[in-house]
């Protein structure tokens, strides 16, 4: 069934109950390696119709956004820091380059798939998403401390969003989301490696 033909209603439920089973994924998106985290994601929409997608594609678009915003806002949380690590605020300016198009486009597939945004923030704490004594331990550590925890984080944070973008691969069939769900696996595969060795070395 695609999204063209779900009554709204249905495909808000169907999104919701998603949600769900995905947290049962264990923690593995974020993005970028050591070359950058340009994902070539597309202009909202574009390419995209309703009858591309289905409910998989959805609930991917719908809860990598929410993933994506928070990893910006730990990026953000370390970028305000001082005494940080050169390489680790490196990694969140990318971070944040790669990830803000890639909510936008997300944003457009769903407005072309007649299927509505979750609010921010309506996540559960599965799929490696902190938890808001986990943000309130980072924005109140230290610059050294930061960097180290920010590294901490963001791997659990990216094995999470790796495991959502393979449950897309197997289940979605637009081919768009389906590139963007490959390219997190690839480009979050190698930042998290990146990310051990960085951490080992602080």
């Given at each position: 069934?695609t999204?063209?033909?779900l009554p709204?209603?249905?495909?808000?439920g169907?999104?919701a109950?998603a949600?769900?089973?995905?947290?049962a994924?264990?923690?593995?998106t974020?993005?970028s390696g050591m070359?950058?985290m340009?994902?070539g994601?597309?202009?909202p929409?574009a390419g995209?119709?309703?009858g591309?997608?289905?409910d998989?594609d959805?609930?991917?678009?719908?809860?990598?956004?929410?993933?994506?915003?928070q990893?910006?806002d730990?990026?953000?949380?370390l970028l305000?820091k001082?005494g940080?690590?050169?390489?680790?605020?490196d990694?969140?300016?990318?971070?944040k380059a790669?990830?803000?198009?890639?909510i936008?486009?997300?944003?457009?597939?769903l407005?072309d798939?007649g299927v509505?945004s979750?609010?921010p923030?309506s996540?559960?704490?599965g799929d490696g998403m902190m938890s808001?004594?986990?943000?309130?331990a980072?924005?109140?550590?230290p610059?050294g401390?930061a960097?180290k925890?920010?590294?901490?984080?963001?791997?659990v944070?990216?094995?999470?969003?790796?495991a959502?973008?393979?449950?897309?691969?197997?289940?979605?069939q637009?081919p768009?989301a389906?590139a963007?769900?490959a390219?997190?696996i690839t480009?979050?595969?190698?930042?998290?490696a990146?990310?051990?060795e960085?951490?080992a070395?602080?």
């Amino acid at each position: 069934m695609t999204i063209r033909t779900l009554p709204r209603a249905l495909a808000i439920g169907t999104i919701a109950l998603a949600g769900v089973a995905l947290t049962a994924c264990a923690p593995s998106t974020d993005h970028s390696g050591m070359s950058g985290m340009s994902h070539g994601a597309t202009a909202p929409g574009a390419g995209t119709t309703q009858g591309s997608a289905n409910d998989a594609d959805a609930m991917f678009a719908t809860m990598m956004i929410d993933h994506h915003q928070q990893a910006i806002d730990m990026s953000d949380m370390l970028l305000a820091k001082t005494g940080v690590d050169a390489r680790v605020t490196d990694l969140a300016t990318r971070i944040k380059a790669a990830q803000a198009p890639e909510i936008a486009t997300m944003r457009g597939w769903l407005a072309d798939w007649g299927v509505p945004s979750a609010a921010p923030g309506s996540m559960g704490h599965g799929d490696g998403m902190m938890s808001e004594a986990d943000m309130a331990a980072l924005e109140a550590a230290p610059g050294g401390e930061a960097g180290k925890l920010f590294l901490q984080q963001m791997i659990v944070h990216h094995e999470g969003a790796v495991a959502m973008a393979r449950s897309e691969t197997a289940d979605g069939q637009d081919p768009l989301a389906l590139a963007l769900a490959a390219t997190v696996i690839t480009a979050q595969t190698a930042e998290i490696a990146e990310m051990k060795e960085l951490l080992a070395q602080l």
